[in-house]
């Protein structure tokens, strides 16, 4: 598309347009962009051309743009991944737009074949141009620094003198100071042919090599990066575990409150490892405005790696996960769990143990459901289920029987209404264990036909009523939740990261440049010294250098007394000699 | 269960709502205000630097386009220009000549806003005394704020606003101490920093509030000040590139014979060259996106520790990611045959028009994990 308008002024053409020809060659391992002409042969020419394009530099801007245009609407409409109730929701109330976008893939666009298409062109495409890039590159490494051009003057920087130093002089500072400004530098002439050098008319030098590493540094990083976020999601696995103080967790699937994996996740993945939940911590501003923002969350751990491993300590902490192999174990809520007893008609304990509650708000009021399955037998004797709705203040205060008013155990009040019947647990639908199915449960209810309903605090006993039995709130314990992560080759996708900025900040701040310098006996047997410089792209820094290395090479051969101009005229000074 | 939800509501909102230091908000909001009456005489100082400025009658870009047209390149001997100006070093005896690229147009940087008119340019000085003014109590109401809230600020869309302006400003500030021919940037900026400001005390105030704890980490302070920072310096590569529009336009029409009007000839013969302009705009965006770059990373590093993955296509994530993708699809067009120029130009200006989505957009429009700021 570019070849048929003529260039833009403004838009400066490659440098290859100003005819500086060899000397601009390859100053960056870019590949060339050849004319979008359909191709002539059969299939081995359509293959070709077809991955001619696919690596081309037009393409891959191409394909840039498309990824980031299609990765919109996965940021406006909701994704089946992160929040399917809000999908759920959409496609309720969209009859057209729902299918629609369930069929596009709209719904999950990050794993939809479209966007994978996308980013997998992408990355072809980039394979495609790295490896020949590469390639070129260590070719250019091994051959040397193009030789001068013949025109001098048509360099975007420029400088010439007269000086009555011999011109193998001025060449040989040239050259001595030229590598020990980091150039690579040698002599070149014109008649310098099969890489034999001979000694000519020219030093070329060269610098700035760096700039095409940390050019493929980073596109081979961002290869690394892209194939460690595939592995990590294939492999991944998530899961939630809520422990109690003093109880353990070892990471077995059957033991997780609940798990979600990756397509290619085995269970054998899982790194083996237990820990213990010694002690949670909790504290909270006690004053002020922010009375009860939370100051720390802390959790005591033992853990153990492999079955035998030795017991550690460690804090889990919000930010600061506990690392096992792999594996990453995140402390993510806290909550309640307070201890109930549960006699029956004849006294027997058919329940003792702490049950945790749900937190509601910032101050964990907390609610819950206390289930007794078997083993209660009523006042008369028959087997019945018990389920005790509870909902608990970790700090009452009088006249707020709704809300505590502050996240410590300051003066925890545990509200009971308890029910018997059947629990519907039996029926085998998943059930919360937060929460009570009461179409099969009667609430107990008093002499005056009241549901029955007490605030208990710590050490009290409610009674059922007609002997039913009695329920004791002994205590409270603390428990939390922990959120265990294995995101494999997350180390690598971190590696492939630094050397993508580290190669970027390569390729975009270091310059690629050239400099030539030529010394020659002019026709009146005064040495003509001329000097060009070419970078990449326009930069102030290449005619500033230049400038510099003019002034140095200036003093160790100065200039001539002439007798028409300081400066001669560039247009007629080239180099003929050199010619000869 | 209604009662409980009302008074969860009401749990939260009188944990958060309640300022940790009245008087130093308060002060804060002084300062916010004084900061805003002295942009806005900056901002009428820099406009009679142009005003006083149009008295000179400068046509530097026509007498160089039609000295040496366009499209002789390589007819006969090349042409050379010696520029003083600029970055090219002049030596005590070898000077260097520097030659414009063949296609390009050479013409001369214009003398900037007071367009050489001495009182213009008084005027212009005075405009940056007062910018720097400015900036300084802005500073001291970020601060304020800053120490009232006892957390960085950045918990909300009217800090973010504050901050952001502050730095933008401050960029402008740094380049021109470092002698960078940028006043011409002055106006431009105080403009959108008085929008911004105003959008910022109107509509978007918050009383000062605490963090939630999962924002309690150092990662989320190297995230949010590179982010700002990253937004700061687009913001002038996006301004810059909007005039190197008008200018290579305003340009392109002399080349071709026409003739722009008064008012467009007085502006534009007073900004630099549309190349020094685009030059400008593109150094600034390349310099720049490394560290976005690192933004983004260090925000994967922040997530993976507060949320467990280091990235999961939240949408402020997937904002940060498409404004990534436009950057790089616009260095790389600046690499490819045809997309140099104006073409690049735009797609640098969609790029900053992603970035601003992720800032305002994705906030208001959009729920996600990073919505706790409340708009
Ligand atoms: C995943 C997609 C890609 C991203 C994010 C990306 C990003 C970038 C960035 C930010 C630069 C600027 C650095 C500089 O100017 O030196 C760059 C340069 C470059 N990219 Fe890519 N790139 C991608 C894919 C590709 C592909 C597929 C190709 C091959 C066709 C390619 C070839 C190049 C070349 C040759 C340069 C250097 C241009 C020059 O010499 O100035 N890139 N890339």
């Not at chain 1, 057209?96 to 794993?111: Q, T």
């Not at chain 2, 800053?146 to 606003?161: D, I, K, T």
């Not at chain 2, 989505?357 to 959009?366: L, T």
Request: aromatic residues 10%; charged residues 20%.
């Amino acid at each position: 598309m570019s070849n048929t308008t003529a260039p833009a002024p403004g838009s400066s053409g490659s440098s290859d347009d100003q005819g500086l020809g060899a000397a601009a060659s390859q100053l960056s391992t870019a590949p060339q962009e050849d004319a979008p002409g359909p191709p002539s042969m059969g299939v081995i020419g359509w293959a070709r051309w077809f991955w001619r394009q696919l690596t081309s530099m037009r393409v891959a801007l191409l394909l840039l743009f498309l990824l980031s245009l299609g990765a919109i609407p996965g940021s406006l409409i909701p994704q089946s991944g992160t929040d399917d109730t809000k999908v759920a929701d959409f496609m309720r109330r969209h009859d057209f737009l729902g299918p629609l976008y369930e069929k596009l893939g709209l719904f999950h666009v990050y794993s939809s074949v479209w966007f994978s298409a996308i980013y997998i062109l992408l990355f072809v495409s980039l394979i495609g141009c790295i490896v020949p890039r590469t390639w070129q590159f260590v070719g250019q490494l091994r051959s040397r620094p193009p030789g001068a051009p013949r025109r001098l003057t048509r360099l975007p920087a420029y400088t010439t003198w007269r000086t009555e130093a011999e011109p193998e002089q001025v060449r040989e500072a040239a050259l001595v100071l030229l590598r020990k400004r980091r150039f690579r530098a040698l002599p070149h002439s014109p008649k310098d042919a099969g890489g034999i050098p001979i000694a000519g008319d020219s030093v070329a030098a060269e610098k700035g090599y760096l700039r095409e590493v940390g050019n493929l540094a980073f596109h081979i990083a961002l290869i690394v990066m892209l194939t460690a976020f595939a592995w990590g999601q294939l492999y991944k696995s998530e899961g939630n575990k809520l422990i109690l103080e003093g109880d353990g967790f070892s990471n077995t699937l059957t033991q997780y409150d609940d798990f979600k994996s990756g397509t290619l996740f085995d269970t054998d993945d899982l790194d083996p490892f237990s820990f213990n939940l010694k002690d949670f911590k909790g504290t909270y501003e006690e004053s002020g405005p922010n009375r009860g923002t939370p100051r720390t969350y802390e959790a005591d751990v033992d853990y153990r790696v492999g079955a035998y491993g030795k017991a550690q300590k460690r804090t889990v902490k919000v930010n600061e996960p506990l690392v096992i192999g792999d594996s990453k174990v995140y402390l993510t809520a806290h909550g309640y769990a307070p201890v109930i007893t549960v006699r029956d008609g004849k006294g027997d304990i058919v329940f003792d143990q702490p049950v945790a509650l749900l937190p509601l708000d910032s101050n964990v009021t907390s609610s819950g459901a206390i289930k007794v399955m078997d083993g209660y037998r009523n006042a008369k004797g028959v087997q019945e289920q018990l389920g005790i709705q509870a909902f608990f203040l970790p700090t009452y205060v009088p006249g707020n029987e709704i809300a505590s008013q502050f996240p410590a155990l300051e003066n925890p009040v545990l509200n009971l209404a308890p029910y018997h019947g059947d629990l519907g647990v039996n029926a085998g639908l998943p059930q919360s264990v937060y929460q009570l199915d009461k179409t099969h449960m009667k609430a107990f209810k008093d002499a005056k036909g009241q549901q029955v309903r007490e605030n208990l605090k710590p050490g009290e006993t409610m009674q059922l009523p007609n002997g039913a039995g009695s329920i004791t709130y002994k205590g409270t314990q603390e428990w939390a939740n922990f959120q265990i992560t294995r995101q494999p080759a997350a180390g690598w996708a971190l590696g492939g990261a630094i050397v993508a900025i580290v190669g970027l900040a390569g390729s975009l701040f270091i310059q690629r440049r050239r400099v030539w310098v030529r010394a020659v006996k002019g026709p009146d047997g005064v040495t003509v010294v001329e000097m060009g410089g070419l970078g990449r792209s326009e930069s102030a820094k290449v005619p500033e250098e230049l400038g510099e290395i003019a002034g140095t090479l200036y003093d160790q051969a100065p200039g001539a007394p002439d007798a028409d101009s300081e400066t001669p005229d560039p247009t007629v000074v080239p180099a003929e000699g050199a010619e000869k | 269960m209604s009662a409980l939800a009302t008074a969860t509501d009401l749990v939260h909102t009188t944990t958060l709502a309640a300022a940790t230091n009245e008087n130093l908000a308060n002060i804060s909001n002084t300062l916010i205000y004084s900061a805003m009456a002295v942009y806005t005489l900056a901002f009428f100082t820099y406009i009679a630097e142009w005003i006083f400025g149009s008295r000179s009658k400068v046509s530097r870009t026509a007498a160089a386009l039609t000295a040496k047209p366009a499209g002789a390149a390589g007819a006969k001997a090349p042409e050379v220009t010696v520029k003083n100006a600029g970055g090219t070093a002049v030596l005590e005896r070898p000077k260097v000549v520097v030659r414009a690229a063949a296609g390009a147009r050479d013409v001369p940087d214009g003398p900037g806003a007071h367009g050489g008119d001495v009182q213009g340019d008084l005027y212009g000085r005075i405009a940056v005394s007062l910018t720097v003014v400015a900036f300084l109590v802005e500073f001291a109401g970020v601060l304020a704020r800053a120490l009232s809230v006892q957390r960085a600020p950045w918990g909300n869309m009217y800090e973010f606003n504050l901050t952001f302006s502050t730095t933008a400003v401050g960029v402008y500030l740094v380049f021109l101490a470092l002698k960078k021919d940028i006043r011409w940037l002055g106006l431009p900026l105080v403009t959108t920093v008085l929008l911004d400001l105003g959008l910022a005390v109107t509509v978007l105030y918050t009383a000062s509030d605490q963090l939630v704890p999962a924002l309690h980490s150092y990662w989320l302070y190297i995230h949010v000040s590179t982010a700002i920072l990253c937004g700061a310096v687009f913001y002038v590569g996006a301004v810059a590139t909007i005039l190197y529009l008008f200018k290579d336009s305003y340009e392109n029409k002399l080349a071709s014979g026409g003739e722009p009007g008064s008012f467009a000839t007085s502006v534009m013969e007073r900004l630099p060259a549309s190349a020094s302009l685009d030059k400008f705009s593109y150094r600034v965006n390349a310099a720049v996106f490394p560290l976005w770059t690192f933004t983004i990373i260090a925000g994967a590093i922040w997530a993976g520790d507060a949320w467990g993955r280091y990235w999961g296509w939240d949408p402020k994530e997937t904002w940060a990611f498409i404004t990534w993708v436009a950057y790089a699809t616009y260095l790389h067009a600046r690499a490819t045959a045809g997309w140099k120029g104006r073409r690049a130009a735009y797609i640098a200006l969609i790029a900053f028009a992603c970035f601003l989505f992720n800032y305002y957009g994705v906030n208001i429009f959009v729920s996600g994990k990073h919505s706790y700021a409340g708009v």
